[in-house]
């Protein structure tokens, strides 16, 4: 059952990222130029998301079990410290100059796109440094 599930999920995730044009980095150049030629396209599937998201976890704080019988663990560090808001503008920097995050960039990867041959492996060297630097700092 959790198999299906996932993949379910999976597809439902990548459909809607296809569909709403995620996938196409110049699109999302498009709605993050604000101060150019703003397509605000884009802002129409960011607020779906959010609204969904928003309900999403309002009905998960009601249970303590997932679909997937997998027990559902709430964020407990609420802190906005250095590490989150470097990560958020790194993440931005990074969203605005390749027109990729990280999974609109595997559905990109998967449909053949060049550019995504690119981003991913530089994405999962990115992760990996982090990774790598966190264990370091914390030994």
């Known amino acids: 059952m959790r198999f299906v599930l996932a993949l379910l999920s999976?597809?439902?995730?990548?459909?809607g990222l296809l569909l709403s044009g995620m996938t196409d980095p110049a699109k999302v150049k498009g709605f993050l130029d604000?101060?150019?030629?703003?397509?605000?396209?884009?802002?129409?599937?960011?607020?779906?998301?959010?609204?969904?998201?928003?309900?999403?976890?309002?009905?998960a704080k009601r249970r303590e079990r997932a679909w997937s019988?997998?027990?559902?663990?709430?964020?407990?560090?609420r802190r906005i410290d250095w590490r989150l808001i470097g990560g958020g503008v790194l993440f931005g920097v990074?969203?605005?100059?390749?027109?990729?995050?990280?999974?609109p960039a595997l559905v990109a990867l998967s449909s053949g796109l060049p550019e995504a041959?690119?981003?991913?492996?530089a994405m999962l060297l990115g992760m990996g440094l982090v990774d790598?630097?966190?264990a370091r700092n914390q030994e």
Do not use: K, T
Request: proline share 7%; with cysteine.
């Open 34 to 59: 604000l101060f150019g030629a703003w397509d605000p396209s884009l802002a129409l599937v960011m607020g779906g998301a959010i609204a969904i998201g928003l309900l999403a976890f309002a009905l």
């Open 94 to 103: 990074g969203w605005g100059v390749a027109g990729f995050c990280p999974g």
């Open 69 to 77: 019988g997998d027990r559902i663990e709430m964020p407990q560090d």
């Open 132 to 134: 790598f630097f966190s």
């Open 117 to 121: 041959w690119i981003f991913v492996p």
């Open 10 to 15: 999976g597809l439902l995730f990548g459909l």
